[in-house]
C-alpha cells in the first residue's frame, strides 16, 4: 500500500562534545506546498511580464523619458533656449523672490556667484543658464529650481540674468 515514512532516525552526525543528534525528517507538507506555490507563481509572474503584457525595464526607461521630453521640453535636441526682453521683464519679479538673498539685488554675489562679471562656472551660454537654475548645484548650495519654478519661470529667471549681465 502506501509507504511508510519513518520519523526520528539518528542520521549519525553527532556532536561529540554536546551531545545534539541531527534527525532525518521530511519537510512539512505545508512547507513543501509553499516552495512548490512560489516557483509556480514565479514562472508565471516571468511569462505575463514579458510575454503576455510585453512589459520591460527598458520600456518602462522609455516611457519615463518621453514624459520627461514632454514636461521640460528644453532638453529635445535642438529646442535651444533664446532670451528675450519680454522674459527677461517677467522673470525680474521671480529673481528678486527666490534668488536676491545668495545672488543680491545688483547681481553681484552675496554667497551666491557674482552674475555680472565674465566668469560662468557652469557655462555662460543660455542654455548652460536654464541648466544651472534647472538642475541647481548641489556642491555649491544652490537648491535645484526647476520642480520649484517649472520650466517657463525658469527661462524668465534666465532671460533675466542674461540682459542684467551685460549691464
Same mark, same amino acid.
Given at each position: 500500500?502506501? =509507504?511508510? /515514512?519513518? #520519523?526520528?532516525?539518528?542520521? $549519525?552526525?553527532?556532536?561529540?562534545?554536546?551531545?545534539? @543528534?541531527?534527525?532525518?525528517?521530511?519537510?512539512?507538507?505545508?512547507?513543501?506546498?509553499?516552495?512548490?506555490?512560489? /516557483? /509556480?507563481?514565479? &514562472?508565471?509572474?516571468?511569462?505575463?511580464?514579458?510575454? &503576455?503584457?510585453? #512589459?520591460?525595464?527598458? =520600456? @518602462?526607461?522609455?516611457?519615463?523619458?518621453?514624459?520627461? #521630453? !514632454?514636461?521640460?521640453?528644453?532638453?529635445?535636441?535642438?529646442?535651444?533656449?533664446?532670451?528675450?526682453?519680454?522674459?527677461?521683464?517677467?522673470?525680474?519679479? /521671480?529673481?528678486?523672490?527666490?534668488? !536676491?538673498?545668495?545672488?543680491?539685488?545688483?547681481?553681484? $554675489? =552675496?554667497?551666491?556667484?557674482?552674475?555680472?562679471?565674465? !566668469?560662468? &562656472?557652469?557655462?555662460?551660454?543660455?542654455?548652460? &543658464?536654464?541648466?544651472?537654475?534647472?538642475? *541647481?548645484?548641489?556642491?555649491? *548650495?544652490?537648491?535645484?529650481?526647476?520642480?520649484?519654478?517649472?520650466?517657463? #519661470?525658469?527661462?524668465? !529667471?534666465?532671460?533675466?540674468?542674461?540682459?542684467?549681465?551685460? =549691464?
Amino acid at each position: 500500500m502506501g =509507504k511508510s /515514512i519513518q #520519523r526520528d532516525q539518528v542520521t $549519525g552526525h553527532a556532536d561529540e562534545a554536546d551531545g545534539i @543528534e541531527e534527525y532525518d525528517n521530511p519537510l512539512p507538507d505545508w512547507w513543501l506546498g509553499l516552495f512548490w506555490f512560489t /516557483i /509556480i507563481f514565479a &514562472i508565471g509572474y516571468t511569462l505575463h511580464y514579458h510575454f &503576455i503584457a510585453h #512589459r520591460s525595464p527598458q =520600456k @518602462e526607461l522609455a516611457a519615463e523619458l518621453a514624459a520627461a #521630453r !514632454v514636461q521640460w521640453p528644453e532638453g529635445v535636441a535642438g529646442a535651444a533656449f533664446v532670451p528675450t526682453h519680454e522674459l527677461a521683464e517677467k522673470g525680474e519679479a /521671480i529673481f528678486k523672490t527666490n534668488c !536676491v538673498p545668495c545672488h543680491g539685488e545688483d547681481l553681484h $554675489g =552675496k554667497i551666491g556667484p557674482n552674475l555680472t562679471d565674465d !566668469v560662468w &562656472i557652469h557655462g555662460g551660454r543660455p542654455d548652460d &543658464i536654464v541648466r544651472t537654475i534647472t538642475n *541647481g548645484v548641489q556642491a555649491k *548650495g544652490m537648491p535645484t529650481w526647476g520642480p520649484i519654478l517649472g520650466p517657463e #519661470r525658469v527661462k524668465e !529667471v534666465a532671460a533675466y540674468v542674461i540682459s542684467e549681465h551685460g =549691464k
